[in-house]
Structures are given as structure tokens and as C-alpha cells.
């Protein structure tokens, strides 16, 4: 088990531009849930996919889209780039058969700079 | 809606001495609520969940619904304790956690 692997672990862009995260759930888990952390905010929620149907929405802007795709990862699409979307953006996955109750697995996150 | 408050970004206690972490929630229903925590270069885990009721490496935490609060508490700290901690509140297995936003517990030797 490799466990919620996520892709690339840093990018550097530019405002105005656009980018796509990539999460691959630890396997078997069904649930894939993608955050924002900020300096400021801690933890922000964005987005949560269960099997492949979008499950609970968070404060994720309209410019941000996600999508899980039948093989479970998921793809977080951000897009006209502000310098504000600077942040490490985690993936998480649970819900496989017999699982403990609440226990998220996450990734080692995303870092996105914009410039 | 559901929010979960830390009220200490950092914290800071000697070893052997007893820490507190403070966690304060809202939510109309039935929460669950959990603690993760984060070591320095490690990812982001589970250290325990209310509902076990169980001690995780001398740590407890009891939910207190009357005052919506699910303090994390060590009698004894140790300096490997020293990581950031966030309190977490969900709705039911298999939806989202809110989170806190977090305590950074140094343990000084």
C-alpha cells in the first residue's frame, strides 16, 4: 500500500495561469477529499469525492474545479491564477471496506507558488 | 455550520510537565471528533478519535458536550510530543473534517 500519493509536490507559476493537481487514493479507499492550507487559514476544505460523484462542497472558489475519475484519483483543476492561491494543497482519502470511522489518510501535499 | 476553534497557535512546555491542548467546537447534531497531529517531515495522521475512547501514546481527550469542548491532554510530556496538532470535527464516517487551525506543542528538554 503506497498510501495517498499526490503530484507535483511543488509548482511555480504565474498569475493568470492554470494548473492541475493530481491525488491517487491509497487503494481501496473510495472517499477523496482535497484542502488548502494557508498560513493564516489552517485547513480550509474545498472539495470531497465518493466514488466518483461529488460528495460535500467546502469553500472552494469557482475558478477551482475537481473531478474523481472511475479508476478513484482525482484531478484539482485551478485556474486564472492569483497570488493569494500561494498554498500547500492536500489530498486526503478514507472509505475503504472496514476502515476506522473518521480517519483521513493524506498525502504529502502540493505546493503551489504563484508569482 | 460546523467550526472548530484552537484558541493557541503555539504552546510551549517543558518535559515531564503535563500540556493541554485546547479545542472548543459548534455543531447542532452529533459530532465526532478527532485529533490529528503532524510530526516534523511526516504527513498529516490520526492520533485519536472520541468515540474509542482511547489513550494514544499517554494522550486522552473526552468529549465534554455540555461545554463543546474536546480538549487534548498529556500528563507528562515528552520532547517527541513536539509536532502540530489539529482537532477535527465530522458529521459521520465518510464526510468531510472540518479542522481547527492547529496548535504547535513544543516540548523543551
Not at chain 1, 51 to 61: M, P, Q, T
Not at chain 1, 80 to 91: I, K, M, R, V
Request: some cysteine; aromatic content about 12%; glycine content about 8%.
Amino acid at each position: 500500500d503506497s498510501g495517498v500519493t499526490q503530484t507535483p509536490k511543488h509548482l511555480i507559476t504565474a498569475t493568470g495561469q492554470r494548473v492541475t493537481l493530481r491525488c491517487s487514493p491509497r487503494s481501496g479507499d473510495l472517499s477523496v477529499y482535497w484542502y488548502q492550507q494557508s498560513l493564516d487559514q489552517g485547513l480550509q476544505f474545498l472539495i470531497q469525492y465518493y466514488n466518483g460523484e461529488e460528495r460535500a462542497k467546502g469553500n472552494i472558489l469557482e475558478r477551482f474545479s475537481a473531478q474523481q475519475f472511475p479508476d478513484l484519483h482525482s484531478e484539482l483543476n485551478l485556474s486564472s491564477l492569483e497570488l493569494g492561491d500561494s498554498a500547500l494543497y492536500f489530498c486526503a482519502s478514507s472509505g475503504r471496506q472496514g476502515a476506522v470511522t473518521g480517519e483521513l489518510f493524506f498525502g504529502e501535499g502540493s505546493r503551489l507558488t504563484v508569482l | 455550520a460546523q467550526r472548530v476553534t484552537q484558541p493557541e497557535k503555539l504552546l510551549s512546555v517543558f518535559k515531564g510537565a503535563p500540556v493541554e491542548l485546547k479545542c472548543n467546537y459548534s455543531y447542532s447534531g452529533s459530532p465526532e471528533l478527532f485529533w490529528y497531529v503532524q510530526y516534523s517531515r511526516q504527513r498529516l495522521q490520526l492520533l485519536l478519535r472520541h468515540i474509542s475512547r482511547e489513550s494514544i501514546k499517554g494522550f486522552t481527550a473526552d468529549l465534554n458536550k455540555g461545554e463543546t469542548s474536546f480538549h487534548l491532554k498529556k500528563p507528562f510530556a515528552q520532547e517527541e510530543d513536539s509536532a502540530m496538532y489539529y482537532c477535527a470535527l465530522s458529521r459521520g464516517s465518510n464526510y468531510k473534517l472540518t479542522f481547527g487551525k492547529g496548535t504547535l506543542l513544543t516540548v523543551n528538554p
